[in-house]
Structures are given as C-alpha cells and as structure tokens.
C-alpha cells in the first residue's frame, strides 16, 4: 500500500538489564575474553525467544541437537527462565511413539532431549511435571526399542542404527554419537523416575543404560583390535577421521568415561597431531574449514583432563572471532570468514559461555565433586585486583567465586547455596597446589611461594 510506513513497537518492551536478570556475571583482567563472554549471553537471549535456534537466517528452524547445548548453556549462566520456556515445547515435538523429533534420521535427539531436562530439574532443584515424567519415559522406551539386537555378535550389536546423526559426519553409519547420547539419555530418564519415587521404572531405565553401554564397550574393542589404537574412531568400521570428535562426547559433555580414560586422551591426541589448522579444529567433513565449537570440545576435554593446552585452543576461537564477538558454524582458514552456516553461530557462542564456566566452575557427577578455577589462566593472576565468576548454578546447587591477588599471597573464596547434601570440592588452581577442600572451609590462600598460607 502507498503512503509512509508505519513501525509498531512492541506493547511490552524488554531491555538489556530484564532479559540478563539474574545472570553469572564474569569479572575479569581480559578484555577479549569478557567482551566475548558477554556477547555470547546475548546471543543466547537473542536467539531464545520461545524455542532456541542455533542461528537467525538459515539456522532459524530447531534441532534438539543444538538445543541441548545451547539450552544447557543458558542454564550455567542463570537465564533458567528461558530454558523452561524452551523446554515446555519438547513434548509437544514427540511422536505417538515416543520419539523426539527435529528432524527424520537423527538419532541422537531423544538422549539429547532427556539429558538436558534431568539437568534443568537438578540445577533448579524444581521436579518433573506429570507431562513431562511422560515424555521422559516414553522418549527412554523408544532408545530401548530402536536398538538392534544383540545377536548375531558383531562390532555394531545392540547399538542404535545406521543414521546420519549430527550431519557433520558423513554418510548414514553406526556412530557412537548417538549411542552415548542413547546412554545418556537412559541414565537421565532413570535418574528422574527415581526422583519422582518411580523405582521400577528408574531400575529399568538404568539397565537399559548399562545394557546399551556395555555393547558400545564390546564395539570400541573390536575397533581398538582392528586399528591397534585406543582413539575411538565415530563408528564402528571407520578409520580415525576428523568426525572421530563426535566420539569425545563420551567424556564432555556426558562424563560417561573419566576424563583420563585412554580412549578419551588417545582420540585427542590423534586429533591435535593430525587436524588442527590455525590453532583450531579443522573439520574436514560437511563443514570443510575451523570449526570454533568442536575446538571448544577439544578444549573442554583438555580441562577435564588436567590438560593446560585447553588454553591456546580457547585463545585460537577467541582470535577467529569476528570484531562483533561472534563466530560462524566453520571458519575458512585463509580468508578468515564463514564457509558454512549463519555468520552468527549460537552453539559456538554457547560453547564460548560454557568454556568459561567451566574454566571456575565444574562438576565431577560420578564422584559427586565440584572442581574450582582449574582452568583460570595465570596470566590473570599477575596483575593485583580481584575476577569472579557468579552466581553460577551447579548440580548441588549456585556458587560465587572470588579469587584476589595480591603482592604476597592468591586468595581464592566461594559463596555456595546447596540444595541439600554438599558435594566434595577441589580447588584446581593451575600451577598451584590442589587443594581437597574440608567441609565448611569457603577460603583457600597461597603464599608467594605457592604453598598454602598457614591459615589455610
């Protein structure tokens, strides 16, 4: 129609400061790594308006697949409102059959389903709904009954079927991404029933997961046997490859394998020997160039791992990121652009927002642990002054931590709220000494010389 047109705002407008309420603040010397922290935030609000999109043009559509990490990374930084928005969609997306579905052929969604609402409900201390109990027990039913059999015995019996998984992997195969999100999400539904009194239903839930993990040990095997390597390849009868990054999930973010289980640290040797480019993971499958959040995997595994080269895999994404702080899906290596997906990609900034946390704040579930500052750099330590991080929800509950530098001595303090019964803590400090925290102690300090000052 002719005439001047017309802009309609919004009846109730929301800024900046409604929208991050309540959000894990970060304080820090580093100017890169704070403004790309921050960026990341609003990227993740940006982009949750109801559901979550991993991008705003071409990826404006919904995978569970995204949603999961980009949901759990709104969660470790406080928006918790928005991921229960999000989350109240996803029994509407589950078929008659119980199956999540984003999108035919995947078989990865109903564990990534699974796994990121036993989150929501452990870091909120809020319990399963009745809607939701049900679609958490139909979406495990439909992991059990989409494996095949367990006979005759091969490298692929009981696991999930061929499928083309997270895309980025190649053509349709047995990949063990699917399997340890299978495991995951078993082990999810199982610990939810449990909570909810269900215990029949927990037990068979919690077999299921041993079941499907046990066959995937059987696997690897037959793979460790005809490769004469520890490094988990992404699926059965496949070399070691770029896609074998898919295999890491075992270890972060799942924590199905220790952090120093050798099949974790043998994939990511092969993988920093053979495929880094720039100082980040070059994705030589679909992707064909850096891919920042797949070098943030390698990174996180690192840090679980004790391994201080988590740093400059953090440093090379934070140097491919673009003077708005933000990162495509891949990145080519020589022009320094995009060559695949939107140029604002929200699991990469989800990632970003993750590594950071991780780097002060991290649970060891299995072990019931919480593990502080493992991954501060030093450099943050030289100059006098104080960083923080928090409040941050963990499994056990939100915690704020402090660490201060002075001339003669580190002091690194924390303000916990637990749910209930408190978990072990361990301050990881690097270069420092680790310290087993005694029960009621918030303060740990360090001389000049390292050791810990006499009070601590």
């Given at each position: 129609p002719k005439g001047p047109s017309v802009f309609f705002a919004p009846r109730n407008p929301t800024?900046?400061?409604?929208?991050?309420q309540g959000h894990c603040q970060l304080k820090i010397p580093d100017e890169k790594f704070q403004f790309l922290y921050d960026t990341a935030l609003r990227t993740l609000v940006l982009h949750s308006p109801g559901e979550v999109y991993p991008g705003p043009y071409t990826y404006r559509r919904f995978w569970f697949r995204d949603a999961a990490f980009i949901?759990?990374?709104?969660?470790?930084?406080?928006?918790?409102?928005?991921?229960?928005?999000?989350?109240?969609?996803?029994?509407?997306?589950?078929?008659?059959?119980?199956?999540?579905?984003?999108?035919?052929?995947?078989?990865?969604?109903?564990?990534?389903a699974l796994w990121i609402m036993r989150r929501f409900c452990e870091m909120t201390h809020v319990p399963p709904g009745p809607q939701w109990l049900r679609a958490v027990d139909r979406g495990a039913l439909w992991i059990s009954r989409k494996r095949l059999a367990h006979q005759p015995p091969s490298a692929h019996a009981g696991l999930l079927p061929p499928g083309f998984s997270a895309e980025h992997f190649g053509p349709n195969d047995y990949y063990y991404w699917d399997d340890f999100w299978g495991i995951a999400g078993l082990a999810a539904a199982g610990q939810l029933e449990r909570n909810y009194g269900n215990q029949d239903r927990a037990r068979h839930h919690e077999r299921s997961a041993e079941d499907l993990?046990?066959?995937v040990?059987?696997?690897?095997?037959?793979?460790?046997?005809?490769?004469?390597?520890?490094?988990?390849?992404?699926?059965?009868?496949?070399?070691?490859?770029?896609?074998?990054?898919?295999?890491?999930?075992?270890?972060?973010?799942?924590?199905?394998?220790?952090?120093?289980?050798?099949?974790?640290?043998?994939?990511?040797?092969?993988?920093?020997?053979?495929?880094?480019?720039?100082?980040?993971?070059?994705?030589d499958m679909t992707?064909?160039?850096?891919?920042?959040?797949?070098?943030?995997?390698?990174?996180?595994?690192?840090?679980?791992?004790?391994?201080?080269?988590?740093?400059?895999?953090?440093?090379?994404?934070?140097?491919?990121?673009?003077?708005?702080?933000?990162?495509?899906?891949?990145?080519?290596?020589?022009?320094?652009?995009?060559?695949?997906?939107?140029?604002?990609?929200?699991?990469?900034?989800?990632?970003?927002?993750?590594?950071?946390?991780?780097?002060?704040?991290?649970?060891?579930e299995r072990a019931r642990r919480l593990i502080l500052c493992s991954g501060v750099p030093a450099d943050w330590l030289y100059r006098e002054g104080e960083i923080s991080f928090?409040?941050?929800?963990?499994?056990?509950?939100?915690i704020e931590v402090l660490v201060r530098s002075h001339k003669d001595r580190i002091t690194v303090s924390w303000v916990p709220r637990w749910w209930g019964a408190k978990p072990s803590l361990e301050l990881h400090l690097p270069g420092y000494p680790i310290v087993k925290v005694p029960e009621g102690q918030n303060e740990v300090c360090f001389n000049e010389s390292r050791d810990l000052c006499a009070s601590s």
């Open positions: 800024g900046w400061k409604e929208s991050l949901l759990n990374a709104l969660l470790c930084a406080g928006l918790t409102q928005r991921v229960q928005r999000a989350l109240e969609h996803f029994p509407a997306r589950q078929t008659s059959g119980g199956y999540f579905l984003s999108q035919e052929g995947e078989w990865d969604s109903n564990g990534e993990l046990t066959c040990k059987h696997s690897l095997f037959y793979a460790q046997m005809r490769l004469d390597a520890s490094a988990m390849p992404t699926a059965p009868y496949r070399r070691l490859d770029t896609s074998s990054i898919g295999s890491l999930i075992a270890g972060y973010p799942l924590q199905i394998f220790d952090g120093d289980d050798p099949r974790i640290l043998e994939t990511l040797n092969y993988l920093l020997d053979n495929h880094l480019v720039k100082g980040g993971f070059f994705h992707h064909s160039g850096i891919n920042p959040y797949l070098t943030l995997h390698l990174a996180q595994a690192l840090l679980r791992a004790g391994d201080a080269r988590y740093l400059k895999l953090m440093k090379a994404v934070g140097d491919l990121a673009s003077p708005t702080g933000q990162w495509p899906e891949a990145i080519h290596p020589r022009t320094g652009g995009g060559c695949m997906g939107d140029g604002q990609h929200v699991w990469a900034a989800a990632e970003w927002a993750l590594m950071v946390r991780n780097c002060f704040v991290r649970e060891e928090g409040p941050a929800p963990t499994l056990y509950g939100p």
